[in-house]
């Protein structure tokens, strides 16, 4: 009840037309399945060394999508790195473990999502399925 309070409340003073919004919708939720295609894609090829490909790949996929795309790619983005700090954290105490592999994997998140080339990221070897 709350939501859709505030989308309708938000709608009147932004001027925001019910078609815009489903059109933001409809690309987040687009959006949200290229991030899982290409979190998937990672879980099979099961490649060392890809990691970084794949976040660049279904960031620069979902925002391809539109804004609605690229705000759903930053919210997973985001959550997922935050949730494996939390799990780091758990694992092996503050010793800042695997801080620097969030760093690296917010910048490939981001090169995706600004529109470069994921393949920049590509390692040598990874099949050309992906």
């Known amino acids: 009840m709350k939501l859709s309070i ?5 709608s009147l003073v932004l ?18 399945k290229d991030m899982w295609r290409a ?15 794949f976040h660049a790949r279904g960031n620069y996929d979902a925002a391809q999508r539109g ?3 690229a705000w759903a790619a ?9 949730a494996q ?5 758990f694992k092996f105490g503050d010793s800042g473990h695997g801080a620097a592999d969030s760093r690296a994997d917010q910048a490939a998140n981001e090169w995706g999502r600004s529109g470069k080339d994921p393949n920049h990221f590509r390692p040598r070897g990874l099949p050309d399925k992906y």
């Open 39 to 53: 979190y998937s894609d990672m879980r099979e090829a099961n490649y060392i060394g890809a990691d970084k490909y």
């Open 6 to 10: 505030g989308i309708i409340f938000c």
């Open 15 to 32: 001027g925001v037309s019910s078609r815009e919004w489903f059109t933001f919708l409809k690309e987040a939720g687009q959006g949200a």
């Open 74 to 82: 930053k919210v997973i983005s985001d959550a997922r790195e935050n």
């Open 67 to 69: 804004p609605g795309g």
């Open 85 to 89: 700090r939390v799990t780091d954290l």
